[in-house]
């Protein structure tokens, strides 16, 4: 792939590859007339056709390209050649906040309510306008290069609800991070992020998300029997914002509201976070 981008992308210099997805190929790029650096995600079209990843990819890209949101990665543009699709997306220097947890073991909870408090802040957001994303995981999480600014990516999940109280039934996701209801194939709405939510703070303040097990089906058993365990060094404030998020049933689920108002986000201040950007749009 890379030796050909150089011809392919004569508007643009590869600095470095970022990764690959299951699907993509994801580089650090330069914009040369602006010198604006970005993530250029790259999907084969033959990849596209045999996996049948149209719906996914044209949702993806309709969806993304409507948010503006200091936690949300922005979609700049996209674009196409014989073989490719271009999606250009804000350059999150600092990868993955999975990444960043592995390398430090578990974060702080002075760190965690810093980067969980714009998590939902972006969930906020999305959900505002009745965007469920299906799959919220530390793996969707970018940081800036200095690790204090959190962005959601991948919207290749991501639904537009008709209402608030509408509900899903498709059973998505990645499984260390589903509620109950998806994989009860019940039908599921916004409640269902809220969950994914609690996972991702307890992997921030633990090391690994809460159900975690060597292989799906054990994972997926595990959450079915809520079976998961608050190790003794978690805050009570924690402790209580975690237990309120794996609540099994959605309806005494949190919501994002209830969130905001919780003790362990007492401190952040949620919506000065508008004024914050990684890089201005060109
Ligand atoms: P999957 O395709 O299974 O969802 P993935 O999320 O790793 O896996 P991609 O989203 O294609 O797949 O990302 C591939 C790699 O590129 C990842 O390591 C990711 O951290 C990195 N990456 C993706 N988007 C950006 C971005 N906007 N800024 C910086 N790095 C990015």
Known sequence: MESKLGSRLPDYEVIKPLGRGAYSYVYHVKYRSTSQEFALKIIEKQVVVQKNLTNRLLNEIKLQKRLNHPCIVKFYHSFEDEDCIYLVLEYCAGGELFSYIKSEGRLSEDETRML???????????????????????GNLLLSEDRT?????????????????????????????ISPEVVNRQPYGLAADLWSLGCIVYGCLTGNPPFESPDIQTTLLKIKDMSYSLPNYLSDDAETLIRSLLSWNPDERLSIQDVKNQPFFKSQFFSTLDTRTLQSPT
């Open 116 to 138: 969980c408090s714009q998590l939902v802040d972006g969930i906020d957001y999305l959900h505002n306008r009745g965007i469920l994303h299906r799959d919220l995981k530390l």
């Open 149 to 177: 600014l959190l962005k959601i990516g991948d919207f290749g999940l991501a639904v537009k609800l008709s209402n608030y109280s509408e509900e899903r039934s498709t059973l998505c996701g990645t499984p260390n991070y």
